[in-house]
C-alpha cells in the first residue's frame, strides 16, 4: 500500500505541508433517505502536494497519528470544516451539519473540548451543527473517553460511531455512551443486496439502532438497489458515490440541487416510503408505551365486563412482578381465576362500583408481600361504560410504618394500662409535669387532675413536712431519695406509697426535674402488720415456753441450794450463787416485759456518733479484759438521730457483746459509721468471731435462739423490734471462722449534705 517513500513522510514533510497550506478538505453529503435532502456533509482530508499530487488520507493519517501531527492537522481540520460551513450558511444554503473525523490521539488531548469551545465561540456555528465521528477504537479506553464525551454532549455538539461493525462492536457503549448515531461501515453496505449475510447484519444494525432510539447512516452507498434496500429497512440516512463522492467546496454547492434529486429519482416512491416509517414509529410507540407500563413502579390494569364477567385485558408494572405475577396471570381472567374465593368476591364489589359508574373507586389490596392502593376509573364512550382502569401504587412501606406503630402503640397501651407504678415527672417546686396513666388505677383520679398541680396537695398532712424536706434535700445534694408515705385516694381513703425520686440534671448540672418512681404499698403494709401480730402470737408462744424452761433451771438450784441450807449451817458461796440466779431471773422478767411493751415514746433528738460513743466507752474496758481491742474508725459527720437512748444503747451493747462472745481468743472489733443514703445512717460493727451457720442464721432474731451458753437468747430479738420502731433496719452478715457483719441503719433527723461528698 506504501507506494510513497518513507523519507517524504517525515514530520518536516507534514509541518511544511501545514505551514504552505497544502491540506484541502473535501465534502460527502449525508442525504436524508425519506426526504432525499442533504443534511449533512462530512469533511475529508486530503494533502495537494505540489509535486506528487493528491495524497489520499489513509496514507498519510497514520502516520501522522504516530507521529503526533494529527493533532494540529485535526485543529486545522475542525477550524477550515466549521468555517466552510460558516461560508455556506453566509451564502444562503439551509443549515447543515459538519461531519468532522476524529483520531484517538486527537480525542486524548487535555485540551481537546477547549479547542472545540473556541471553535465554536470563533466561528459563531450553533453546537448542534457539529458532529464528531469517532470509531470504536477510540472507545477501548472507555474509562478515559466517557468523560471527555460527555463534556462534548455538554457542549450539545453530536457523536457518532464511524465504520460500526468492523471494530470491537460493543452493545455495551451503545448502551452506556450518550452517542447520536451509528454509521454502518461501507464493507456491510457494499454487499447487503448481494450477500445475504450482510443483508441480515444491515437489517439488524438498522432495527437495533430504532430500539436504542440511535439515528443510523449507511455509508458506501454506490448503487440503486441499496438506496432502496436501505430505504425499505428504514435506514434514516445515506452516504456514498451514488450520491456523491468527497468533493471540494465549489464543486459541492454546484452539485447541491442535483445531488437532492437522487433519492426521488431512484429511490422508493415517497408516499410508500412514508407509510413504512408511519408503521415503524407506530410500532414502536407500541412498544414504547409497553414497555413503560411495563417499567412504570405501580401496576395497571384494565378490565371489561362480558357475559356478566369482568375480564382483565391489561395488567402490567414492575408491582406485578415484584408481587410474583405475570400479565399472563391476570390478562383473559376474571378476578376468581388468579385470587383466592374470599379476596376475589371483596374487589368483586369495588369493580361492580366501577363499572357502576363511581368515578373513583379506592381500596387497598395484597399481591404476595406487597400492600398496594388501587383506583378504578371507568371509560365511558357514547355514554356507555366500556372498560374500566385501575392504576396500583405500591404502599407496603407505609403499611408496615403503620402496622409497627399500631404495635407500638398497642405495646404502650398495655404497659400504662397495666402499669402499676405511678411515674410522675416534677419540677424543682414540685409541680407535677407529668402523671403516668397508672394514676387512674392506684389512686383513682385520671392522670390530668395532677397535671400543673403541687405534687404536695396530696401528701397525708402528717407526712407533708416530712417529704416537703426530703424533695428540697434531694434537689439540694442532687441524689435519689426513698420515701414511705400517705397520698390520698380519690374515693378519700389513704393509700400507702412508697417512692423513688431521681434527680435530672441539665447540662449546667443543676438539678431540671425529679422523676417519681412510686408504688402503692398498702397491701404490703398490712400484710407486715398481720405477720407482725401473727408473728408476736407466735413469739409469745415460743418465749413463754423459754421463760418457762429458763426461769425453771435457776429454780431447780435455788430450790437445791434451799435444801442444803436447810441441812446444813449458812454459807455464802450458796447465797452468792442463789443471788446472781435472782439476778438473771430479774433479767429474764425485765427483757420479757420489754418485748411485751409497745412503742416506748421517750424519745429525743441525740448525736449519732456521742451515741455510739458512750456506749463504746462503758465497754472496751469489759472488752481489753478479754484481750479484744475495739477500734472506730474517724466519721466526717456525725448526724442527729431521733431515738430513745436506753434502748438504742441496749442495742449497742448487745451487739458489742455479742461480738465479744464470738471472739474467745481476743481481737479486733472494727466500728464504723457512715451515710447508707441521704437520710439514713449505717453503724457497722464488724468482729473476727467464730462466725455464725448458715442454719443458725435464718433464726439469728428469734428469742431463745442463742448459742451462748449463758446469755437468755432474747437479745437480737429485742434489737431487731428496737430497730424496727425507729423506722431502722438491722442486716447480718455472717461467714463461719472468719467474722460477723452487723449493720444497724437509721434514719437521720438532718440529711447528708452535698458539701460532705
Ligand atoms: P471514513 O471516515 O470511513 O471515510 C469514508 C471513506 O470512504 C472516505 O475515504 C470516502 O472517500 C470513502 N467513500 C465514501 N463513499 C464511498 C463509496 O461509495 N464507495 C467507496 N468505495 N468509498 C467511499 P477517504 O476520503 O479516503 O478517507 C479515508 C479515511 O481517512 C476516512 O475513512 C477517515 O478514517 C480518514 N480521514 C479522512 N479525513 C480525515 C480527517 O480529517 N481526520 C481524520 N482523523 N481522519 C480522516
Ligand atoms: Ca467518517
Ligand atoms: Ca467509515
Redesign the pocket.
Known sequence: MKTIDKDFLFEANLKKALENDEFR??Y?PKVNLVTGRIWAV?????WEHPKKGII???EF?PFA?ESGW?VP??DW?LRTACQQLKDWLNEGFHPMVMA????AS?FYQPDFVKTVQSVIEETGIPPEYIEF?I?ESIMLNSESVLPVIRDLKQIGVRIGL??FGTGFCSLYYLKEFPIDFI?I??SFV?NCTTDSKDETIVKAIIAMSHQLKLEVIA????TKEQLIFLQQHLCNTG????FS??IPSQEFVQQFNEIERIVFQNGIPQEFNRQKWLEEELELSRQNLKDTIRKQQGMIFKFVKQNGKFIHTLCDGELLYQAGGTPEHVVGKELHDFLPEKDANNKLHYYERAWEVEENVIYEGKLGDIWYLASLRPIRRGGQVVEVIGSCVDITQRKVLEESLKLSEYKYRLIAENMQDLIGVLDTNGIIQYASPSHKTVLGFSPYVYEGNSAFEQVHPEDIAYIKKQYENMIKTKTSCYVEFRYRHDNGDWVDLEALGTPVLDKQGEVEHIVLVARDISKRKKAEELLLRSEKRSVLGRLAKGVAHEIRNPLTSIKGFVQLLQEEEIHTFYTDIIMAEIHRLEEIVEDFLFLAKTEDNQRKDVDSKNLLDEVVQLYKLKAILKNIEIVQEPVLDSPLINCDVNQMKHVFMNILQNSVEAMPEGGIITIKMFWKDSNHITFRFIDRGNGITEDRMKHIAEPFYSNKEKGTGLGLTICQKIIHEHGGTMVIKSKVNQGTIVDINLPTKQLYLIENN
Not at 468532522?100 to 483520531?103: G, K, P, R, Y
Not at 455509508?219 to 454506490?222: A, H, K, T, Y
Open positions: 478538505l473535501h460527502q462530512e469533511a475529508l482530508i486530503r489520499p488520507p489513509l493519517i497519528e494529527i492537522i485535526g481540520v468532522v473525523n476524529l483520531s486527537q465521528e470509531t464511524d465504520d454509521k461501515d461501507q457494499q455509508e458506501g452507498i454506490e452516504q456514498g458515490y451514488f463522492k468527497p
